[in-house]
Each structure stands twice: as structure tokens, then as C-alpha cells.
């Protein structure tokens, strides 16, 4: 076109295109980034140990138990809601395989379907009942945390007669599914649990899942204004009914490995306050509690400075009661990073 | 001939034919009627601005014909075919886009995103997002109507509200939009804000999209409308053509007309010196 100026379209000249800088420093992500170095060279300097390549797997083997988790909870805040029976859920599926399996005499594999069944239907009647009742998500799941916590251990005394799950570990089929959900290898000196595999695997398709389909820009859009995204003929319930079962389906994962690693007995007590780390994770790793921005990498760094700081504490010869003092600090200062973030993207 | 001509042909040619007709329609809400007895017609390559105060029935009104709520009484044909909608996918899929005063975009999304939400382009075998492509079409139609956004990736929430509502607008016609309402598109805009927005509508109007134009702004409506219909206690209190009606008319009937006068007679006997007549009011905010 000749005449731009004259021209509708000339460009607004107080709107100046953003530099790489400011573009990547706008990434939810890289306030995590950031942390988890300094946290990183901290320990390098602090906790000799931490310095050992041996130790690098338990570390990686430590964010992969709370990472695996991470990356549903992370892609539920993004949609706008969180799940506090997550933590409780896992120890479900773990007794669910286990105490199946074992009454019925059946192979472990039909117990670990029968926990993949439970799990998902735990995920989508907590996504039923909060599109059906428009309750808001801390009220439902906390219902569902304190019921999956009661029949926990309920259903485990009922059935055991203990406050744990039969072992399982003499079974049929229990070899293969301890291969799956909890073998471990060695890569260069270095024992890698399989778990660690499977998070990398996890974080991958997720990560992709959010920004490169469709279903992913629906995540974002129901947890940024779900109101607009019916509006605009966005499915609503069935992705958030979704994330609840992407939540179900990775405490099942998260169950197998918690069964298989400790030889096929779940202590029906387990998993209360875990939700608030998988929250913690996904916080950290800059997503927006009220939904509709976050990153499932960013998840995953938060699990990675969650391991880090664990084990450096111990690693470091500190009395490990700081950690929580330390984990709540690291919690605050990543929020009040995200609000910042936030004001800002807001701002006109 | 391409569409467009044929389009506006068409249009004129029959301009008896109109794409939504509500004959006699109202909607109760248990004892409430919010609406009654109100008919209308929407021509392609026409503005229907649809005036009225707060509560009027203009929301009921527009969520009847976006498929939001159906009808309880009358008729609405869109196409000649009478039609209860029963969601808002419906009333999309016969053509008809609203853009609401929320307008319908995820604040913290990308622009580019906003744009195709709902609608995303994707290719390959795992049905991945069509990045590329997305952008360029977003980039096209913005600037087809005159909007300039060099950053594609930056969120919605950092436009101005003009800006945003012309991203809205713009979607709805990319879509196929045939009839485009547009729920008081410029009420929390300023003046050079309100000019923009303006302009698309009668750009969409130019394409021979018909436009149901919802504002309680005489001002604005006169400035663009074709036919104009004026909405009192969910009545249809005015109903004309541009060439039958003067701004300062549309203005006194919008502002109440009558009630306003009799108002201004009753507070004068209270406060003979303090309250102007109402005709001296409106003919000076004219003049200015």
C-alpha cells in the first residue's frame, strides 16, 4: 500500500513490539527457572553431598514422586480449579490394587485395572459434582479428601483387618508390574528409578498437550473466563470433568508406584498433606491459583526445587524440621512473583 | 458476481425478506413478562438499533435471538424457518454471532488464541494447532478491519477496551457471522474509543452482515443505524426507519419522552428555579 499513513491499519506508535527479553521474562515458568538455579548453586556450596553425582538420582527420584502428581494439578489449576484429594486419592488406588488383587486371589494386573477404574471414577465425580452443583472446587474435594481418607482406612481394616494392605507380593503377575511402575536402572554410576522416566514421558506429552492442541487452549480458556469459553462453544464441563480425570488417572500412576515400590503393601494412612505439595509444585512453578495461566514445565521445576530442597537440608547436615519452614517461604515468594506477573499481563 | 454482491443484491431486491424476524414474541420468567408483544425485523446490510433504559427487556431480548433462553410466546423465524434455539451453538450455527459486553475473550490468552478459541485450526495426525496459520488469518482479518496489533502474542488483557472489542467483532465475522449482535458495544468505552468501534460496525454492515446494535446511547445509535427500535418495560415503545425520525426525537423518546416531561412539570412545582425544561436540555446537549 502506498499511502500508510492514511492507511487504518498503520500501527499504533505508543505499542512497540516487545523485546526476546521481556517475552521470555512474561514465560509463568521463569520465576521457577530462576529459583531452582539459585537453590541449585546454594546446595552445590552449602551441602557437600549434593555435590556427588550418586546422589543425583535420589534427588531426581524425590521431585519425580511429587512431579508425577504435579503435572495433572498443574494443568486443573490452569482450567481454574484444584483437587485437595489428590494426596488421599493415591493411597486409594494403591489399596484399591492391593487389597483386590489380594481378596479376590486375582492376578495383580486385574487389580491394577480395577485401581485405574476406581481413580478415574474418583476424578470425575469430583469434576460431576462441581459442574453439577457450581460449588466451588476446595469445598467438593475437600468432601471427597475426608471420604477417600475414612474409607482408606475403613475398607483396609474391614478387609485386612490391619491398618495396611495385604502384601501382594508373592502373586501372579506382580514381577511384570513392579517392572513398570518401579524398577530402576543404571545409567553412567547413576541408579535412575523408573518413575523418573516416566515423569520426563508425563511432563512431555503434557507440556504438549497445553500448547500445541486444541484441548489445551480450551484448558487455558476455562480456567481464564469460563463464562467466554462457552460463549464461544467451548465444551466446559466435559474439560474440566477431563482434568478431574487426568488427576484420577495419574494418582492411579501414582498408586502403582507407591504399591510396587514398597513390595506390594500401602499403609492406608498415607498420602494426607500431599495435595498441598502437588498445590505447592504447581504454585511455585507459576500457576495462577484462580486459573487460566501456568505451565506444566514450570509444574515440574516446582517438583525439581521441592526434591532439591529436601534432600539438601539432610545432604547440608541442617535439622531436616526446617524444610516445612523453608518449603512455606519458597511458597509465599513464588505467589507474590505470580501476582506481579499478573498485574502486569493485566494491566492496559 | 461474487457473494458479497449477490449478498447485497439479494437485499435489495427483497427487502421484505428479512434474516431474523420476531413476530409478537415475549418471555415470561414465572409471573414476570419481560418482554411482550415485540416484533422486529433484521436485514442484511442493515443496522437494527435496538435502544432502551435498564431493565427494558434488551438483554432478554438479545439472549432470545442468541439462544441463550428461548421464547415463550410469538415467533422467531431466522431464514424464513420459525426456530426455538436451544443453546447458543444453535443460534451460532444458524449464522447468528453476538458479542457480548464481556465480550467473550480469556483475558490472560494470547490474541491470536482468543481469536480461534473454539474454532482452533489444527493439522497432522495428532491434530496439533496450526500455529502458523492461526496467526496469519488472526493478523489478516485484524487488519482488514483496521486494527493494528503487532503483537500477536501478548494477552488480550492488555488492549484497550476498543481494541478488544474490535478483536471480538472481528472473530465473529471471521466465523461466519450473517447477523452480528453486538450488546452495548460501546457503553464502557471513551469517545475515541466509541469512534472505532463505530467504524467496524458499519464495516460489518458494508459486507452485508446484518447488525442488531444494542446501546442505550441515542447519540451513537443515530450515528450509524438504519432502524431504530426503542424498548420501554418490554414493550416496543418505537419502532421507524432513519429517514422517519430526527436525532433530537430518538433522544426524547429514549430519554422517556412524556414520563420525562411530566416529571420535569412535577419537580418544577417543587423547585420552580432549579430544574430546566427538558426540550431546553436536550436542544442544548444537541448543539454542543
Redesign the interface.
Known amino acids: 500500500m502506498a499511502s500508510t499513513i492514511t492507511s487504518?491499519?498503520?500501527?499504533?506508535d505508543r505499542?512497540?513490539?516487545?523485546s526476546v527479553g521481556a517475552?521470555l521474562l512474561s514465560r509463568p515458568e521463569i520465576g521457577s527457572l530462576v529459583g531452582a538455579a539459585v537453590i541449585l548453586v546454594f546446595f552445590l556450596i552449602a551441602a557437600p553431598p549434593f555435590r556427588d553425582i550418586n546422589n543425583t538420582g535420589t534427588i531426581l527420584y524425590q521431585a519425580a514422586l511429587v512431579g508425577v502428581m504435579a503435572v495433572p494439578v498443574a494443568l486443573l489449576m490452569i482450567g481454574g480449579e484444584f483437587d485437595l484429594s489428590a494426596g488421599v486419592a493415591v493411597t486409594t488406588s494403591g489399596l484399591t490394587a492391593g487389597l483386590f488383587a489380594y481378596q479376590f486371589s486375582v492376578n495383580v494386573w486385574l487389580g491394577i485395572l480395577i485401581a485405574l477404574a476406581v481413580s478415574l471414577a474418583v476424578g470425575a465425580f469430583n469434576g460431576w459434582l462441581l459442574m453439577r452443583t457450581g460449588l466451588p472446587s476446595f469445598l467438593v474435594t475437600l468432601g471427597t479428601f475426608f471420604i477417600l481418607q475414612g474409607l482408606n482406612i475403613a475398607v483396609t481394616r474391614l478387609a485386612s483387618g490391619a491398618v495396611a494392605s495385604n502384601s501382594i507380593s508373592d502373586m501372579d503377575g506382580f514381577g511384570a508390574a513392579q517392572k513398570v511402575f518401579a524398577s530402576e536402572f543404571k545409567l553412567g554410576g547413576v541408579t535412575i528409578k523408573i518413575i523418573i522416566v516416566w515423569w520426563i514421558v508425563f511432563v512431555a506429552i503434557a507440556a504438549w498437550v497445553l500448547l500445541?492442541?486444541?484441548i489445551?487452549?480450551?484448558i487455558?480458556?476455562v480456567g481464564?473466563?469460563a463464562?467466554?469459553?462457552?460463549?464461544?462453544?467451548?465444551p466446559v464441563k466435559k474439560v474440566k470433568i477431563g482434568l478431574f480425570m487426568a488427576v484420577g488417572f495419574f494418582a492411579w500412576f501414582a498408586g502403582m508406584q507407591l504399591l510396587f515400590v514398597q513390595n506390594g503393601v500401602v499403609q492406608s494412612g498415607e498420602g494426607v498433606g500431599k495435595e498441598f505439595v502437588y498445590i505447592i509444585a504447581a504454585v511455585v512453578g507459576g500457576c495462577?491459583l484462580t486459573g487460566?495461566?501456568g505451565s506444566v514445565a514450570g509444574g515440574a521445576i516446582g517438583a525439581l526445587i521441592f526434591g532439591m530442597v529436601q534432600l539438601g537440608v539432610v545432604y547440608a547436615g541442617w535439622n531436616p524440621d526446617w524444610f516445612k519452614a523453608f518449603l512455606g517461604t519458597m511458597l509465599l515468594l513464588a505467589t507474590i512473583v505470580n501476582l506481579v506477573v499478573?498485574n502486569r499481563?493485566?494491566?492496559? | 458476481m461474487t457473494t458479497t454482491e449477490s449478498f447485497a443484491s439479494e437485499a435489495a431486491n427483497s427487502p421484505t425478506a428479512p434474516i431474523v424476524h420476531l413476530e409478537d414474541v415475549g418471555k415470561s420468567y414465572g409471573n414476570i413478562q419481560a418482554l411482550r408483544g415485540v416484533s422486529l425485523s433484521v436485514r442484511q446490510g442493515e443496522i437494527t438499533c435496538v435502544l432502551g433504559d435498564n431493565g427494558a427487556g434488551k438483554s432478554t431480548l438479545i439472549k432470545i435471538i442468541a439462544g441463550l433462553h428461548d421464547y415463550t410466546s410469538g415467533t422467531m423465524s431466522v431464514n424464513g424457518e420459525e426456530r426455538h434455539f436451544a443453546s447458543p451453538r444453535e443460534s451460532l450455527d444458524s449464522g447468528i454471532a453476538t458479542v457480548y459486553q464481556d465480550l467473550a475473550l480469556a483475558p490472560l490468552m494470547s490474541v491470536w488464541r482468543n481469536f480461534f478459541l473454539g474454532n482452533e485450526l489444527t493439522r497432522g495426525p495428532f491434530r496439533q494447532l496450526d500455529e502458523r496459520a492461526m496467526k496469519r488469518i488472526a493478523n489478516e482479518e485484524l487488519t482488514k478491519m483496521g486494527i493494528s496489533i503487532p503483537d500477536l502474542e501478548q494477552p488480550v488483557g492488555k488492549l484497550s477496551g476498543g481494541q478488544r472489542q474490535c478483536v471480538a467483532i472481528a472473530r465473529a465475522i471471521h466465523f461466519g457471522a450473517k447477523v452480528l449482535i453486538l450488546d452495548e458495544p460501546t457503553a464502557a468505552l471513551g469517545v475515541n474509543q466509541s469512534g472505532v468501534v463505530l467504524k467496524y460496525v458499519v464495516k460489518a454492515r458494508d459486507a452485508g452482515i446484518g447488525v442488531i446494535f444494542i446501546t442505550h446511547n441515542p447519540h451513537h445509535a443515530y450515528l450509524v443505524g438504519n432502524h431504530f427500535v426503542v424498548l420501554k418495560l418490554g414493550r416496543v415503545a418505537l419502532d421507524t426507519q432513519r429517514a422517519d425520525i430526527t436525532l433530537e426525537q430518538l433522544t426524547t423518546e429514549m430519554a422517556g419522552g412524556s414520563e420525562l416531561e411530566a416529571l420535569s412539570h412535577e419537580l418544577r412545582d417543587l423547585a420552580p428555579d432549579a430544574v430546566a425544561d427538558v426540550q431546553d436540555a436536550i436542544q442544548a446537549q444537541e448543539k454542543e
Open positions: 487504518p491499519a498503520t500501527a499504533d505499542v512497540s513490539a516487545r517475552r500445541k492442541t486444541q489445551g487452549n480450551w487455558f480458556a481464564g473466563d463464562a467466554a469459553a462457552r460463549a464461544v462453544g467451548v495462577l487460566g495461566y499478573k499481563a493485566e494491566a492496559r
